[in-house]
């Protein structure tokens, strides 16, 4: 007897292991690099996208010079080499307002938060919304900068089932893409989520030892987006 409730005890725990394995996301087959290297292509294929940009924690300077900070930016992208971005900045006295500031071939271009009006501005180093999906930014760091690369598994990402990547980039090669806000000489926790057939990714994530970090969120991939070379106001008139 005592046999018998042995040998049932055993076909129902595993029948209940069967179970709950089933019941388990199952993990990607292949490596991380190569999970990576994919994501590297969708990404330099991209013909559009969508993005917000946030800043965890301390804020990241917008214009270190005269004290402008932020927080976050809603973006668009257009291949090869435009972006927009709407940006609520800090000024040095605490004011909040909303700019615009624009990424395009002719260079780079801000609003004015009260006239609207756009002015020609020289290249800032601390935040270039053109960089993150050149071969050289985002691309490049996935195929030749994460070390010790690995799938964590399937997870849930803005309703949508994403494929969970991790590993380690140095500052020095995240600095350019997020501004010089990292110690080049340290490693970084990145996590990355991608859409797993297409490759395509979802969300990006630098995570900081004082608890402040970068998120990259991604939607609308490949539709339609305008982003027009922003028009100058004229220049007042020569005094007589």
């Known amino acids: 007897m005592r046999r018998r409730l042995l040998a049932s005890a055993l076909v129902a725990g595993c029948a209940?292991?069967?179970?709950?394995a089933a019941q388990?996301?199952?993990v990607a087959q292949g490596s991380a690099q190569a999970f990576l290297n994919r994501t590297a292509d969708a990404i330099a294929a991209l013909k559009s996208t969508r993005f917000a940009l946030k800043r965890e924690g301390t804020p990241a300077f917008l214009?270190?010079?005269?004290?402008?900070?932020?927080?976050?930016?809603?973006?668009?992208y257009a291949a090869p080499d435009r972006v927009s971005c709407n940006v609520k900045v800090s000024l040095r006295n605490g004011t909040i307002v909303q700019m615009t500031r624009v990424w395009v071939p002719e260079g780079t271009f801000q609003s004015n938060p009260l006239t609207r009006q756009f002015a020609k501005i020289p290249a800032d180093a601390n935040f270039n919304g053109s960089v993150l999906f050149a071969t050289t930014g985002i691309p490049d760091i996935l195929r030749t900068a994460v070390q010790k690369s690995q799938?964590?598994?399937?997870?849930?990402?803005?309703?949508r089932a994403s494929l969970?990547?991790?590993?380690?980039?140095?500052?020095?090669r995240l600095n350019p893409l997020i501004g010089a806000t990292l110690k080049p000489e340290l490693m970084y926790p990145v996590d990355l989520w991608i859409d797993e057939p297409s490759a395509n990714p979802a969300q990006l994530h630098v995570a900081e030892p004082d608890g402040s970090g970068w998120l990259?969120?991604?939607?609308?991939?490949?539709?339609p987006v305008d982003i027009p070379t922003?028009?100058?106001?004229p220049p007042p008139p020569a005094r007589p």
């Open 16 to 20: 209940s292991s069967a179970l709950l």
């Open 24 to 26: 388990q996301p199952r």
């Open 151 to 159: 799938v964590v598994g399937k997870e849930t990402i803005q309703n």
């Open 63 to 76: 214009d270190e010079k005269n004290g402008v900070t932020f927080t976050g930016a809603d973006c668009v």
């Open 230 to 233: 922003p028009r100058l106001p």
């Open 216 to 223: 990259i969120e991604l939607a609308g991939i490949n539709e």
């Open 164 to 172: 969970h990547l991790k590993g380690e980039v140095s500052g020095e």
